[in-house]
């Protein structure tokens, strides 16, 4: 089992900045890719940016440009700073992990931009 918990998040005035953290423990494998997804009120969850344990990060078009996937393989932590952020960037922010075992999330984090 792996088990992932976020820290960070908050209200943040558009145009802010913000700093979302993840730190994953357990079975973690030696091949994985962690990454961040959101779920805004009403939508489906939609992916922000991967990253694989070695390898380039991957981001949606919609963050592109903003935000920045980083991660320390050492202590398996993942981390997401979102700058210029936009009201469109409200939403559970959650933290993800996968490997051979499966796909993993934390409980996610509740980020809220307003205008």
């Known amino acids: 089992q792996v088990q992932l918990v976020e820290s960070g998040g908050g209200l943040v005035q558009a145009g802010g900045s913000l700093r979302l953290s993840c730190a994953a423990s357990?079975?973690?494998?030696?091949?994985?890719?962690m990454g961040w997804y959101r779920q805004a009120p009403g939508k489906q969850r939609e992916l922000v940016a991967t990253?694989?344990?070695?390898?380039?990060?991957h981001y949606a078009d919609a963050v592109q440009g903003r935000f920045t996937i980083s991660r320390d393989n050492a202590k398996n932590t993942v981390n997401l700073e979102m700058k210029s952020l936009e009201p469109e960037d409200t939403a559970v922010y959650y933290c993800?992990?996968?490997?051979?075992?499966?796909?993993?999330w934390g409980q996610g984090t509740q980020v809220t931009v307003s205008s």
């Open positions: 990253i694989p344990r070695s390898g380039s990060a």
């Open positions: 357990g079975s973690i494998s030696g091949i994985n890719t």
């Open positions: 993800s992990l996968f490997q051979y075992s499966g796909l993993y």
